[in-house]
């Protein structure tokens, strides 16, 4: 069964470094997202990507974050100037065409911000 | 828009029935749903109200006078021990996921 796939697993970075998170959602979706989960918190939406371009952001995504389709399989999230609070696991998910299709999730990546 | 998961944690014995309470607060016509999470492995979907089926021996209905969406399974088994995590997706394009704070299954031998 296809699988939207996650790298890396656990990321490790100074604050006011720039981190990239990346993924490869399932290669027939069309739609892609970024969730968050702070330890102990519930998953966040962050931002949703249609036909290469941003269709929802919340009101987390703010400036410090981009997301960016490079190419034809890789989808990723890029956090400028991170603070420590920006620490917590990061779910890519993607899903097909249509209202309300199921949403498959990646393993996540964990972020530590230091 | 909001999903409310009551229990941080139910603890149940193999075979007793399970409740995974989830409540909804939506103008619109939702969508809901159940993710799975297994120990370290990646949410799942489990359930879709949609769909009306049932999956590991569980069931959702969707209850719309009392805006809620209650997961449950007649007998537990160890192997259901996992996070729970009940979804809100509000349609449209975006078909963004409002998810509740998740309810850890513990079933007991």
């Known amino acids: 069964e296809p699988e939207v796939t996650q790298t890396p697993s656990h990321q490790v970075t100074q604050m006011g470094q720039e981190v990239i998170l990346r993924c490869v959602p399932i290669s027939n979706h069309l739609y892609f997202y970024w969730y968050r989960q702070i330890l102990g918190q519930k998953v966040e939406f962050l931002v949703s990507?249609?036909?290469?371009?941003?269709?929802?952001k919340s009101e987390i995504f703010d400036d410090q974050f981009s997301v960016e389709r490079p190419d034809g399989s890789n989808f990723t999230l890029k956090i400028r100037s991170t603070k420590l609070e920006d620490s917590a696991m990061y779910f890519c998910?993607?899903?097909?065409?249509?209202?309300?299709?199921?949403?498959?999730f990646g393993d996540g990546t964990r972020l530590s911000i230091l | 828009q909001r999903v409310t998961q009551p229990e941080k944690l139910l603890s149940v014995f193999k075979g007793a029935p399970v409740e995974l309470k989830c409540n909804y607060s939506y103008s619109g016509s939702p969508e809901l749903f159940w993710y799975v999470q297994y120990s370290r492995q990646r949410l799942q979907l489990l359930l879709r109200?949609?769909s009306r089926e049932s999956i590991k021996g569980f069931t959702a209905d969707l209850n719309k006078g009392e805006t809620s969406f209650h997961l449950k399974k007649p007998f537990a088994q160890e192997e259901d021990s996992a996070m729970y995590y009940c979804?809100?997706?509000?349609?449209?394009?975006?078909?963004?996921?409002?998810f509740g704070t998740g309810t850890l299954l513990a079933v007991q031998p």
């Open positions: 990507f249609y036909n290469n371009e941003i269709s929802e």
């Open positions: 998910a993607s899903s097909d065409y249509g209202a309300n299709q199921p949403q498959h």
């Open positions: 109200h949609i």
């Open positions: 979804a809100l997706g509000r349609g449209g394009a975006t078909n963004k996921l409002i």
